[in-house]
C-alpha cells in the first residue's frame, strides 16, 4: 500500500469538490475515474485513450 493522503472536501458553485495535495503529481484539467464501494471510495486518473479526429476527409 502507498503513502496516505488527506485531502479537504469544499464547495465549488452548486458542486461539492475534493482538493487534492499537489504531491500526487496531477496535472490541471486530469481526467480522474471515482468508485463508490462498501467501505468508502475509490479514487485514479482515468486511463481512457485520448480520441482522434480524422482530417483527410476535409475539403479545403
Known amino acids: 500500500m ?3 493522503y488527506r485531502a479537504k472536501v469544499f464547495k ?3 458542486s461539492l ?7 500526487l503529481g496531477l496535472k490541471e484539467g486530469a481526467t480522474m475515474v471515482l468508485r463508490e464501494e462498501q467501505v468508502g ?6 486511463q481512457a485513450p ?3 479526429i ?5 475539403a479545403g
Open 50 to 52: 485520448k480520441k482522434k
Open 41 to 46: 471510495f475509490h479514487v485514479e486518473p482515468d
Open 17 to 23: 469538490a475534493l482538493r487534492l495535495p499537489k504531491d
Open 2 to 4: 502507498g503513502k496516505e
Open 54 to 58: 480524422a482530417i483527410s476527409g476535409f
Open 12 to 14: 465549488s458553485g452548486n
